[in-house]
């Protein structure tokens, strides 16, 4: 079953936390620090494989966590960074932050990768703090916590050629007989529900991949029919074959059908009204076929339009090949990728970082008697911040002050004792002169 469409959640690995510890020597009653750095999390990294076609995998699974880095070890070693987790998606998938809806990557090369979850930093052990004035520091850094977030992965078709219709004019027939593709075929509307892909191979060594989209209806671009799902394959395609049923099966006007399917790619994207189109005037084997082509062209013709038409029968497979030559022709003058400009080109590997810089404003308001500071690189400080030590607290008193909260807080009115909130943490105001 080909699906398009799939929801994860990815975390990369939280930091080891650093080790507070001392050397401990015979004879030494006191050691200098020995705590070492806690290693770093694992990151979550998606690599695009060119053997998958599908997002099915991610069905069944959902949660993609890396490790977390090893604690800081004895006698000032660094503890061991986690492996990163690689995650094969197949080429062609754009990567959508959930909460942003922000395009993270669009994957579309073998072994492209991006980062999607930073794993955490190790924290500093104890080592790291000595001072002249403070040799034997009792401060070390809890480990940073990995990035986490939910990720929508979308996969459009990468076909060269998508086969576009209404429903029942026979664009699944015309894919079986040009490729190894078995879509299902049908005398009713919407047999095909999703995709098919199959590579055609044209006789003269050239090939390339089609596929056989669901029907269309009108209002297909408001999302009728499931039309937004089937519109975006086709956004992708460097061609469309607009399949048209000139025995005009159902009593429908071949050329109406032609315009309103025209309409409705144009509202949906406006840029495929300019992608390159071939028609295939299908079931040209018929009674009334070659009159209904005839007023076809003659309609067109009225309004002054150039387009390429291929007559055939996908059923008795009678002018096929001209068209797939023609097609084949078409592709080599059209380059590689159509231009989708609302995706962000990616370098090879980009790191995304959900945290704030360091170093960012803090506001100040208040619920009532108690002040809340607002700032997501205080809240990250106090997650680094082991507080059962004194020393540990220090500091990070020592950075609020630096940082100019003790003094804004004092100017919006914080008096001794007055609860202060920072995150979940609570502590109380100490005026110090
Ligand atoms: N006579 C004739 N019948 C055809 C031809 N091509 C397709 N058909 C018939 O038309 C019907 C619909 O064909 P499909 O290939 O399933 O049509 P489709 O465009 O894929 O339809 P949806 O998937 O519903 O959008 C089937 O009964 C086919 O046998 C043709 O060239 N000549
Ligand atoms: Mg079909």
Redesign the pocket.
């Known amino acids: 079953m080909f699906v398009d469409k799939a929801k994860i959640y990815v975390k990369g690995g939280d930091g080891g936390d650093g080790l507070v510890a001392f050397r401990r020597e015979k004879y030494v009653p006191e050691g200098g620090p020995a705590g070492g750095d806690g290693g770093d999390g694992g990151d979550v990294i998606f690599r695009v494989d060119e053997g998958l076609r599908t997002l099915v995998d991610f069905r069944y699974q959902k949660h993609f966590k890396a490790q977390r880095g090893e604690k800081g070890r004895n006698k000032s070693q660094h503890g061991a960074n986690a492996d990163d987790m690689v995650v094969r998606v197949p080429p062609g998938t754009v990567v959508i932050d959930d909460d942003t809806q922000e395009i993270i990557a669009d994957l579309t090369r073998h072994g492209q990768e991006v980062i999607v979850a930073k794993g955490g930093r190790g924290g500093r052990g104890n080592t790291r703090f000595a001072t002249p004035n403070n040799p034997a520091p009792e401060i070390a850094e809890n480990g940073e916590e990995g990035v986490e977030r939910w990720v929508v992965l979308e996969l459009k078709v990468m076909a060269d050629v998508g086969l576009v219709g209404f429903p029942s004019v026979g ?2 027939t015309l894919l079986s007989v040009v490729s190894g593709a078995k ?3 049908g005398a009713y509307h919407f ?2 529900l999703t995709p098919n892909l199959g590579v055609v191979e044209v006789g003269d060594g050239r090939s390339f991949v089609m596929a ?1 989209l ?2 269309l209806i009108e209002g297909a671009h408001e999302g009728i029919g499931l039309g937004h799902e089937f519109l975006r394959h086709v956004e992708r395609t460097r061609i469309i074959v607009h399949v048209v049923d000139m025995a005009a099966t159902e009593g429908r006007d071949p050329f109406e059908d032609w315009v309103k399917i025209n309409d409705e790619l144009k509202l949906y994207n406006a840029k495929l009204e300019e992608r390159p189109q071939i028609v295939a005037a299908n079931k040209m084997d018929m009674p009334g076929a070659e009159e209904q082509l005839a007023e076809f062209k003659r309609k067109l013709a009225e309004i002054g339009k150039e387009v390429d038409i291929y007559p055939i029968s996908a059923l008795s497979r009678t002018g096929v090949q001209e068209l797939l030559y023609k097609v084949a022709d078409k592709l080599e003058a059209i380059p590689e990728m159509p231009m989708v400009d609302e995706l962000v080109e990616l370098s090879e590997r980009k790191v995304y970082r959900l945290e704030a810089e360091e170093g960012e404003d803090f506001t100040i308001r208040r619920e009532n008697e108690v002040f809340v500071v607002d700032s997501p690189s205080i809240e990250k400080l106090i997650k680094r911040t082991n507080f059962s030590t004194h020393e540990s607290v220090m500091r990070f008193a020592r950075i609020l002050r630096k940082k100019g909260v003790d003094q804004a807080l004092r100017e919006r009115g914080a008096k001794d004792g007055q609860t202060i909130r920072i995150g979940d943490f609570e502590f109380e105001f100490v005026e110090q002169e």
């Open positions: 664009k699944s879509p299902k075929i047999t095909t056989d669901p029907g």
